[in-house]
């Protein structure tokens, strides 16, 4: 039986680490004007829907549904997240399953041929699964998002001061 790597094992471990606190810190980058953190009496900040796709987009592509946890939809977030680990196990799974056909074979994956197939199929159903749920994520954050700030009665707006216009936050009470 083959060992598993130390390596493998470390980059599992960080990945999960990473999934566990995803939703900390997609709701921790809220920054305000000046670059720091909101600390206002305000209960709802306005989610932008670029933002949010942007966020979908690259931290997304590692974290499924973060941009859904920045636009405050966890449902939905918790969702794309539990779908990515399934993908993933499903692609390491079928690795392992093509790895080694002989040691597969027999019982429900059948001769090794049969395992052959199903570590495939399984690899690239899991590839599938997990490019599907990044652009599900990428395509409706921004919808996300913006029913968010329409909930919460949130818009951007500027206004001017004394050195130029300046993009503010408007918060209807």
């Known amino acids: 039986m083959k060992k598993v790597s130390p390596k493998i094992l470390l ?50 592509l590692l974290i499924h549904g973060y941009g859904h946890f920045y636009a405050d939809d966890q449902l939905t977030g918790d969702v794309l997240l539990t779908g990515e680990i399934v993908s993933l196990l499903s692609i390491g799974c079928g690795v392992l399953i093509q790895s080694n056909t002989t040691v597969f074979s027999g019982g429900i994956l059948g001769d090794s041929s049969n395992a052959q197939n199903i570590g495939t199929n399984m690899v690239w159903g899991g590839i599938a699964v997990f490019t599907l749920l990044w ?6 954050a921004p919808t996300a998002a913006s029913d968010y700030d329409a909930e919460h009665g949130l818009k951007p707006t500027a206004y001017m001061e004394q050195d130029g216009p300046v993009l503010a936050l408007a918060y209807r009470f």
């Open 135 to 140: 652009v599900v994520d990428m395509a409706h």
């Open 11 to 60: 980059i599992f471990s960080f990945l999960f680490v990473l999934l566990m606190f995803s939703n900390v810190w997609a709701q921790n980058g809220d920054l305000d004007l000046s670059g720091g953190l909101e600390t206002n009496h305000q209960n709802y900040f306005y989610k932008d829907p670029n933002k949010a796709f942007l966020q979908a987009f690259f931290p997304g």
